[in-house]
C-alpha cells in the first residue's frame, strides 16, 4: 500500500493550489481526480483582488498577465467601482477557469506534486493515525494510506459523504442555463431583469456566453447537460431573440442549491472550496473562497504534518473560513433575491442603488466583493489580523515577501534580534505605510496575515506559542 502524508481529492483548482502550498512547504502530495483529462471549459472565470495578490505572491505572473481586467464590481446587479481599493491588484482579473486549472497544474508538478487522474474515491477508512483511502483507477483498485486526506472535490463531495461531515443545506428552487456559443450577433447585456426573467449575454473573441433564467419555471431533474433547444427556448422566451442560428461549444445548467457544512475539519479529513460550501454562482465568489481556503490550510497542514504545529492550529481553519463562507453565503442568498425576483423587488433594489451612491456603503460593498475586509487569526486592533500587503514593509534586498512556508518575525527598529531566533526566522523591515504604525516588531504568518503587532518581547512569545509547538520546530532538521 502506498504511503504519503496528505491525499488531496479534486484536481481543480482549490485542490491544485493546495497541493502547491504543501509542495512549497516540502509535503509529498499525492491529488487523485476522477476525470481522465483536464477541464477544457470555463466554468469560474474571475479573480478578486485578494485572489490575484495571492498568486502573484506565489509566483503566478504569467496567469495574472494573461488575464482580463475589470475594475468594477456588482451587488445583484448595481454596479460599483473597485479603483479605490489598496491593492495593486485592485478590480476583478477575468481568466477561464481551465488556465487556472493548467497553470496551477504546472506549478504542482514542479514541486514534485503527484497527480493521479482517473481515480475514484470509493472509500474512506480511519486508522489509529492515518487513513486508508480506497480508489477505483485505470489498473482497477488501489488504496492510499494517508495521514491527512483533503476533499476539494466540489458541491457534490465524496469525501464529504464518505466522512460523513454534518450539513446544513437548502434545496434548489430556480434553475438558470447557460451557454457559450459561436456565429451569434446579439448586444451584450449585464443583469437585464426582464418580466419574464434574466438574461445575461456577453462576447469576447467570438464566443457569445448567454446566461438565462425563465421566472417561474421549476427545476428541472437533470442526469447532464441541457440540449441547445432548451436554452434556445428559454432565451426567446425572456428576451423574444432566436439564437437557434449559433453553434454552442459549451452548455451547463446550474441553480441555486446551497449549503455548508458544520466543520471543515473532522479528525484527519477535512474540506476546502465547494466541498465546503456550495452556493448558485454570483461574482465568481465561490472559485475565489475556495482558493483563499487552501492558502489559509496549506501552511497550517504542513505544520502538522512537520510536526511544529501548536495545539489547535489546524483547527483555526475552520474558526477563520467558516465564518467567511456563511457571509458569502447571504450575500449570494440576498443577491439571488434581488436579480431573480419578481416586481415586488424592486423598491428594495431602488433603495439599495441609493445606498450604493453613498462613500461608507460603496467602500464596504468593494472590499467585500474584493475579499478584503475578511481576518484571520486573533482579536485585536489592526494591523493584527489583516494581511500586512498594504503595510509595504521593505528590506534591504526588497519588499518583504508575503508568502512564506512558515512564521517569521518582523523587527520595524534596530536592536537585539528575538530570544526565538533559532526556531523562528526574524528580518529587520522598514515601515512604508500610513497611519502610523504603533509597533516595534510584527510576527507574520506564512499567508501575510499579522499574527502579532506590538513592542513587548512577552506578547511576541505568546502569539509565537499560539502558531508554534517550538519543541518540535527545533526537533525537525527540514525546518
Known sequence: ???????????????????????????????????????????????????????????????????????????????FDLSGLDSAYRGNWKVPQYRTEAVLGEHARRRGVTVLRGHELTGLTAGSDHVVCQFRGPTGRQRLKAGFVVGCDGSGS???????????????????????????????????????GLAVAATRAGVTRVMVHVAGQPVTARAGRPEFGEVVRAWAAVTGEDLSGGTPVWLDA???????????????????????????????????????????????????????AAPGLLDSYHDERHPVAARVLDHVTAQET??????EVEPLRAILAELVGLRPVHDHLAETAANLSDRCGPPGPPPIGRRATNLRLRTDSGPLPMAGTEPVIVRLSSGADSPHRTTV???HATYDGAPPLEATALLLRPDGYVAWAGDDEEGLEQAIEKLLWVEGRKGNARL
Not at 51 to 74: S, W
Not at 165 to 182: H, I
Request: net charge positive.
Open 425 to 427: 526566522r526574524t528580518v
Open 158 to 196: 465524496t469525501v464529504r459523504r464518505l466522512w460523513d461531515f454534518p450539513v446544513s443545506a437548502t434545496a434548489a428552487t430556480r434553475e438558470l442555463l447557460r451557454a457559450d456559443v459561436t456565429g451569434l450577433r446579439i448586444r451584450d447585456r449585464r443583469f437585464e431583469r426582464r418580466p419574464a
Open 254 to 308: 446550474f441553480d441555486n442549491s446551497r449549503g455548508q457544512v458544520g466543520a471543515y475539519r473532522r479528525g484527519r479529513v477535512l474540506l476546502a472550496g465547494d466541498a465546503a460550501h456550495w452556493h448558485l454562482p454570483i461574482g465568481g465568489q465561490a472559485l475565489n473562497v475556495g482558493l483563499q481556503d487552501a492558502v489559509n490550510l496549506g501552511w497550517k497542514l504542513a505544520a502538522a504534518v512537520h510536526g511544529w
Open 1 to 79: 500500500m502506498t504511503v504519503t502524508p496528505v491525499v488531496i481529492v479534486g484536481a481543480g483548482p482549490v485542490g491544485l493550489l493546495l497541493a502547491v502550498e504543501l509542495g512549497r512547504a516540502r509535503v509529498p502530495v499525492v491529488v487523485v481526480e476522477r476525470l481522465a483529462d483536464p477541464m477544457t471549459e470555463s466554468r469560474a472565470g474571475q479573480l478578486s483582488t485578494l485572489t490575484a495578490e495571492l498568486l502573484h505572491e506565489r509566483g503566478l505572473h504569467a496567469l495574472l498577465a494573461e488575464a482580463g481586467h475589470e475594475p468594477r464590481a456588482h451587488f445583484a446587479g448595481l454596479g
Open 338 to 343: 434581488l436579480l431573480l425576483g419578481g416586481a
